[in-house]
């Protein structure tokens, strides 16, 4: 079994900033997990905004390149999500993921609110 424990939301200004970070624990070798933040706006299907994989190659949606930074601290188990120049269409729920042998885990989700 294998838990992820997002932290860092909250409500912030357009153009503010937040850092999310997840902690994963269970049975996980944090270090060859790939892993990624998804977000759920109302009405919305979930969408992949970042992902990292075990060599710290990066991958980010369109609409939050040059905004968004997702890095990992394996020896904390712990992956993060800097968010900077923060939008309303960033309001969403963001979800901490991690593939591991072949299985998906889910974190049960931190609210993002950008709003004035």
């Known amino acids: 079994q294998v838990q992820l424990v997002e932290s860092g939301g909250g409500l912030v200004q357009p153009g503010g900033s937040l850092r999310l970070s997840c902690a994963a624990s269970g049975s996980i070798v944090f270090s060859f997990a790939v892993m990624g933040w998804y977000r759920q706006a109302p009405g919305q299907q979930r969408e992949l905004v970042a992902v990292i994989n075990s060599g710290g190659t990066t991958n980010y949606v369109d609409s939050v390149k040059g905004r968004f930074t997702i890095s990992r601290d394996n020896a904390k188990n712990t992956v993060h999500l800097q968010m900077n120049s923060l939008k309303p269409e960033d309001t969403a729920v963001y979800y901490c993921?991690?593939?591991?042998?072949?299985?998906?885990?889910w974190g049960q989700g931190t609210q993002v609110t950008v709003s004035s």
């Open positions: 993921n991690a593939e591991w042998r072949t299985l998906a885990y």
